[in-house]
């Protein structure tokens, strides 16, 4: 049986993306993408690449004039979270046969079967996770309890209601800003758990592993090199602040993260190595490809004012700075 998944992005995280969905059909072979394509390289690329499990879906494909008209006052960041809820609503409606489909975040990585997730949803209408903040980022959650990694939609009744009023939801509003109990696309999740009976809260220890929670677990690996968490195999990693740098290098993490715990590196490693794999596919039929790789003194320049300049002068910077 086909499990289905949506993803959406730009030339930018196309990288990340090919990479995400790379680890997604090894380990779930049976996975089929739909990818809302955000620009014209990305579709002309990922067509060129010709794999089967991919549907591309062209952004003027789903852009209803309500969408055209919040995009004039959206940054890019807070259009794509717009669209999150809006990507599987039109799978939904355009490809009747599908019954389930899961929203994915384009910077994850998967490293073992995704079967013991679906198990563990079982019939349920909806399913999302938490972000398991850490103890020290606790006062995070304030910004949203779930992260919009990972979520499904049931075509039920309830499954539909709530699709449909998260997508009404972020149309409305959708900003990268804390205002009036929103926050983005994911705090709209907070509610969900006491609105829908049938909103399964995804709890296995080896599913959303991110910078905000890695410092609280442990991380091993068994006599064949499977990574595992607290125990468990590691399912998928949020791959939050990674950067791929023009000198060939990378930059996986601000001090903010690392000066508290180092990351997981068995993790990181496997990550890089699957991201070089997906660029030398992507550049055998777009040669030069470059897209989403920063500069790298820029980059080391951003982590420099992050580590030495006071926390609180940073936070208003952010006040004028949309992503």
Not at 141 to 164: A, K, P, Q, Y
Not at 169 to 198: A, N, S, V
């Amino acid at each position: 049986m086909t499990n289905y998944f949506c993803t959406l992005f730009d030339n930018g995280y196309l990288i990340k993306g090919m990479t995400m969905m790379e680890s997604l059909v090894q380990w779930c072979p049976e996975a089929h993408v739909f990818v809302l394509c955000m620009d014209q390289q990305t579709q002309e690329i990922l067509t060129a690449l010709n794999r089967s499990y991919i549907t591309c879906i062209p952004l003027a494909d789903i852009e209803t004039p309500e969408l055209l008209e919040v995009k004039k006052s959206r940054g890019v960041a807070e259009y794509c979270w717009t669209l999150s809820p809006c990507l599987p609503s039109f799978v939904l409606a355009h490809h009747p046969e599908i019954d389930f489909i899961t929203y994915l975040d384009s910077d994850l990585l998967f490293y073992s079967p995704l079967r013991p997730i679906f198990d563990e949803i079982g019939n349920s209408s909806i399913a999302i996770i938490e972000h398991r903040f850490a103890p020290r980022l606790q006062n995070r959650e304030i910004n949203g309890r779930f992260c919009v990694e990972w979520v499904s939609f049931r075509r039920d009744e309830e499954g539909m209601r709530c699709l449909t009023r998260w997508r009404e939801q972020c149309i409305e509003w959708c900003y990268y800003r804390l205002e009036d109990g929103k926050m983005g696309d994911q705090k709209y999740l907070d509610e969900w758990p006491d609105l829908y009976p049938t909103c399964h809260i995804i709890a296995h220890p080896g599913a959303g592993i991110a910078p905000w929670n890695y410092e609280k677990l442990h991380f091993s690996q068994d006599a064949s090199g499977r990574i595992e968490v607290d125990g468990s195999p590691l399912i998928f990693y949020h791959f939050h602040q990674f950067q791929l740098l023009t000198n060939g290098m990378f930059d996986r993490l601000s001090a903010f993260y690392t000066a508290v715990c180092e990351e997981p590196d068995a993790a990181y490693r496997v990550y890089e190595r699957a991201l070089m794999q997906a660029l030398k596919a992507i550049r055998t039929v777009s040669p030069g490809f470059s897209g989403g790789i920063r500069p790298f003194f820029r980059v080391k320049a951003r982590r420099w004012v992050q580590r030495h300049v006071p926390r609180p002068v940073i936070s208003f910077l952010h006040h004028f700075i949309r992503y």
